[in-house]
């Protein structure tokens, strides 16, 4: 990276003494905040910030993007953009002698504030304003008012502008978290044990250990007895802790972000437990991670699944069809019936994108809570490559969290793809939901009067109950490195993240051309995008609604089940890991930390077998699949699931009502959840799976031998449950 890049959108064009003058003092102070903020053991040359002067929109726009005949989205301008300057105010064309505030420029038929936060969301905005001049409207606190006399003279304003690139990118809990470490730690007589790393380094037999994770792992690994550095359990104080997550929220959009240590799984759990009440009515995926199903189990709700459209093909899930999330959200329940949240997993294990500005519309519409388990794309917002224009022209964003149209809740599993530690998750609170609580509808009266103080709704309410929630499943001594990892995740994207996921998108696009010429296949025949997982013939209709398929998902074809397992064992061999893989298609998951060699490895690899690559020849499952997974609960699941039970061999179980999960993983799908009757479709997947991939690869299957066995709810239970439906007339006739 030889040069970070600064556009600067100006009324009137900077003498050239003047724009040196700038250039070299926000290049001065960005070393010198580089230096302090992201210390290294060798030296680094930090890049120089660049100022690209634009004098109008539309040559911003051209600045930015690049055009059609060049490989990429972006211009290199683009790609290192960390910041955007702006003047408050510009002559009006049509008006000689008078002038327009910044927010009243057009891009593209849409105010030009509203065209960058669209397209570059997390970027930070300064608007140079001038004294006596019309207060620019911004849309968020991305944006910042500054004085034009503080970048007029840069030289006496040194550390004004220092603050601000502290207040935008410095990572504030690994930055305290270190300061401690390093210069205000003495002797520790409290937890951890190790004592920041002595009995590793003091043991015969352990001191390697510490050498090879390096001692700077132990000396941060601290507990909450640091009280300085903050508590996950009190996020609302004023700690380094808290600061930080206050910073992600920015970056990411949210009216609130929390550090989770436990993984999505737990902020799956901790969301469905505040926000759902026993008896409530849930509609989810019935393909989303076992950890939803864990929840609804937890907080005591009554399941309504989705419609699984399963590609017997290929073996994977495809999407819910918009039509059937259409007929969900708008059926007229009866008012105990009604459902209270929409649970979707957005990208799905696959990289389908759902349209999640029409989703939060219709959730909106029918106040119907929307929670995107958005843990496989933590990075959808930091570039423009996930951006959608309507039939009617609106533009949108596919990450779940935005300004303009967004869900209620998302969640991530930061790790999965950035630069985080594993088990390193966030939650994100919408701004959206945030102004429900002052909204009059009376769809949302239920959700006022759940979190209401004296009578009125109150969104602080919400928060202290998730505060509550959270401590149920915080641990009490959490890792401090991983904290800081998500710290750093989000702060590197805000300065990186166009760079790296343009890099990325344009390795995957040379990567799949280059594969598809050397296999003389079209490029849809070699790889799995939104046509081939949902098929042709509902391909339109998933496109008109503006489903996409994410292209960091590479998922590779091939021609039959034993091309599959040969390939498999090659790439072991390479030493080359897959993500996940159905009998005849491989996923690989390209992530910030996957580099350019990672391609030209795999892509030798598939050369060695490349006529083992294409569309399968026939089928990869059974299509009754389908109906295994399309059944709903016949007992409330906590019922279920909390009953004694007993185990039955598994080839034994049909008509049962499973008490238990049972998930083929990765990726977590469940095959049986508890209140299901057991089918023979399910038993089928189940045994397929265990004898194909291993029992271990089915989570939650008891072995003794050769036999399989699941627990099911016993004959003398099923007088003492609640059923959701009638109970079956042979159930009946048992007991």
Same mark, same amino acid.
């Given at each position: 990276m030889n040069e970070l890049t600064v556009f600067y959108l100006q009324s009137s064009s900077l003498e050239h003494e003047r724009l040196q003058a700038l250039t070299h003092g926000l290049s001065d102070i960005f070393r010198r905040f580089c230096d302090e903020t992201f210390p290294s053991d060798e030296p680094i040359d930090w890049p120089p910030l660049r100022i690209v002067p634009v004098a109008s929109p539309e040559e911003l726009q051209r600045g930015l993007f690049s055009d059609e005949t060049v490989e990429g989205m972006l211009t290199d301008d683009g790609k290192t953009c960390i910041l955007f300057m702006l003047d408050d105010a510009f002559d009006d064309p049509a008006q000689p002698g008078r002038r327009l505030p910044l927010h009243a420029l057009n891009l593209e038929g849409i105010p030009l504030t509203r065209w960058l936060y669209t397209y570059f969301p997390p970027i930070p905005k300064i608007v140079l304003t001038t004294p006596g001049a019309e207060r620019v409207r911004v849309p968020s606190r991305r944006w910042v008012l500054k004085s034009r006399e503080v970048f007029d003279n840069i030289q006496a304003h040194q550390s004004r502008v220092h603050h601000l690139f502290r207040a935008l990118w410095e990572p504030r809990f690994w930055h305290a978290l270190r300061h401690y470490v390093m210069d205000e730690a003495g002797s520790s007589w409290h937890t951890p044990g190790h004592n920041a790393g002595h009995a590793f380094s003091r043991s015969?037999?352990? #001191?390697?250990?510490?050498? *090879?994770?390096?001692?700077?792992?132990?000396?941060?690994d601290l507990s909450v007895s640091v009280h300085s550095l903050g508590d996950l359990s009190t996020p609302g104080s004023r700690t380094p802790l808290a600061d930080a997550q206050r910073l992600t929220s920015e970056i990411f959009g949210s009216a609130q972000s929390y550090y989770i240590t436990n993984g999505s799984t737990t902020s799956n759990k901790a969301m469905l437990m505040t926000l759902l009440r026993p008896g409530e009515t849930v509609l989810l995926d019935r393909?989303?991670?076992? /950890?939803?199903?864990?929840?609804?189990?937890? !907080?005591?709700a009554i399941p309504n699944y989705l419609p699984a459209r399963f590609n017997a093909h290929l073996g994977v899930w495809a999407p819910i069809a918009m039509e059937d999330l259409r007929r969900a959200l708008t059926t007229h329940y009866p008012e105990h019936a009604?459902?209270?949240?929409?649970?979707?997993?957005?990208?799905?294990? *696959?990289?389908?994108?759902?349209?999640?500005?029409?989703?939060a519309r219709l959730c909106e519409r029918h106040g119907i809570l929307f929670y995107a388990d958005e843990a496989w794309a933590s990075y959808l917002s930091f570039h423009p490559y996930?951006? !959608?224009?309507?039939?009617?022209?609106?533009?949108?964003?596919?990450?779940?969290?935005?300004e303009t149209s967004s869900a209620h809740f998302a969640v991530h599993s930061t790790h999965k793809t950035l630069a985080a530690f594993s088990q390193s998750s966030m939650i994100h609170v919408s701004l959206r939901f945030k102004q429900l609580f002052e909204s009059e509808s009376a769809e949302w009266r239920w959700l006022l009067t759940r979190f209401a103080v004296n009578g009125r709704?109150?969104?602080?309410?919400f928060i202290h109950n998730l505060h509550e929630v959270l401590r149920y499943w915080h641990s009490t001594s959490p890792h401090y490195p991983m904290m800081a990892t998500l710290d750093c995740a989000g702060v590197q994207m805000r300065l990186e993240g166009l760079k790296l996921i343009e890099e990325r998108l344009r390795w995957v696009k040379t990567f799949k051309a280059r594969v598809a010429r050397e296999c003389g296949l079209p490029e849809e025949v070699c790889f799995a995008g939104l046509r081939e997982i949902v098929g042709a013939g509902d391909a339109p209709a998933y496109e008109r609604?503006?489903?996409l398929h994410d292209p960091l998902k590479i998922i590779l074809s091939f021609k039959n089940p034993e091309a599959c397992r040969r390939f498999k064992d090659l790439l072991l061999d390479a030493k080359i890991q897959w993500e996940k893989s159905t009998p005849v298609t491989l996923l690989f998951l390209v992530t910030i930390g996957t580099v350019e060699d990672h391609f030209e490895y795999l892509y030798r690899a598939i050369m060695r077998m490349k006529e083992a690559i294409g569309r399968p020849e026939r089928?990869?499952?059974? /299509? /009754?699949v389908a109906d295994a997974v399309n059944g709903q609960a016949t007992v409330l699941p906590r019922d279920a699931a909390l009953c004694d039970g007993e185990l039955i061999e598994l080839d034994q179980a049909e008509g049962r009502i499973s008490s238990q999960l049972l998930v083929p993983y990765p990726p977590g799908i469940p095959v049986f959840l508890p209140g299901l009757t057991i089918t023979r479709p399910m038993i089928d997947i189940v045994q397929a799976v265990a004898e194909s991939e291993g029992a271990d690869a089915v989570h939650g299957l008891f072995v003794r031998g050769k036999k399989?066995?699941?627990?099911?709810?016993?004959?003398? *239970?099923?007088?003492?449950? #609640?059923w959701l439906k009638e109970r079956p007339a042979g159930i009946m006739t048992t007991c």
């Open positions: 015969l037999f352990l #001191q390697g250990f510490r050498h *090879e994770y390096g001692p700077m792992t132990f000396r941060a393909n989303c991670h076992k /950890s939803v199903h864990h929840a609804v189990v937890m !907080a005591g009604k459902p209270r949240m929409l649970v979707l997993t957005t990208c799905t294990y *696959e990289g389908i994108l759902y349209p999640v500005w029409e989703v996930y951006t !959608a224009v309507t039939a009617n022209g609106r533009r949108v964003r596919y990450n779940a969290i935005h709704g109150s969104y602080d309410k609604e503006g489903y089928d990869a499952f059974d /299509s /009754s399989y066995y699941v627990e099911v709810i016993r004959r003398d *239970e099923e007088d003492k449950i #609640q």
